[in-house]
């Protein structure tokens, strides 16, 4: 059996509340990657999308709210997210499954996304080659996971919230990239995110400025931002 790091025995920490609040901010932490597939999908496209680590299935609502006529599927491993993210989304083929063995059979994707997976998981090289294995020729892959190399990382040290005992594979920006092109990926965008990982800038006042760079940028091309967001294609 593959060895993994999610805890079913304690409550998850990953079940996420639905205020209106709350989906707006969700949202703004999309909305990069929503724009991405705006950028080579219109709103009247049919595609297929697969979301690895669905969560509590808040990406998978937006995207169906953007694009009516996509084909929806996702991967979950905790049963209890997997059940939040069935009654959220009951029109995407949402299946209880591992990252890094997961198995759709010949079928393929347009995209595919996983949003702070990777960093979960003891093999993260296997996630990658079952993701070029199921992408279609000039498909898309878009990952983001969390950034040694972030200013969060460097000014928190072992307070940042990125070290927890389920981040069993924790890598800076040049890494990650790194890691993606060793496995036959290249990249299209790579970037990061911004201030999320220093409370005092994540607090108002101040956190009105990460939000606003949030709202007009989503990510910036720069290697110091609190998570590492890459958009890749897979090499024939």
């Known amino acids: 059996m593959t060895k993994t790091s999610v805890d079913l025995e304690s409550p998850s920490p990953y079940i996420e509340t639905g205020s209106f609040f709350y989906k707006i901010k969700r949202k703004l932490t999309y909305a990069f990657a929503i724009n991405a597939i ?29 694009f009516p006529h996509a084909s929806l599927a996702g991967i979950e491993y905790d049963p209890r997210l997997l059940e939040v993210t069935k009654e959220k989304v009951p029109f995407a083929n949402c299946l209880k499954g591992n990252a890094e063995v997961f198995d759709f059979g010949d079928e393929k994707f347009d995209v595919i996304v996983s949003f702070q997976v990777i960093e979960h998981l003891y093999e993260p090289e296997a996630m990658l080659e079952r993701v070029k294995s199921h992408l279609k020729p000039n498909g898309i892959f878009i990952l983001t996971t969390p950034n040694l190399d972030g200013l969060g990382a460097r000014v928190m040290g072992k307070k940042w919230h990125g070290y927890r005992d389920d981040h069993v594979s924790l ?66």
């Open 171 to 236: 890598k800076g920006y040049n890494d990650w990239r790194a890691l993606l092109e060793k496995n036959g990926f290249v990249a299209t965008y790579c970037g990061s995110t911004f201030f999320s990982g220093i409370p005092i800038l994540n607090r108002f006042p101040l956190g009105l400025v990460n939000w606003m760079l949030l709202v007009v940028f989503g990510t910036a091309r720069w290697k110091k931002g609190e998570s590492f967001v890459g958009i890749f294609k897979a090499l024939d």
């Open 38 to 66: 705006k950028n080579i999908k219109n709103k009247e496209e049919a595609f297929s999308l697969l979301e690895i680590g669905t969560g509590s299935g808040y990406f998978l609502s937006f995207i169906h709210s953007e």
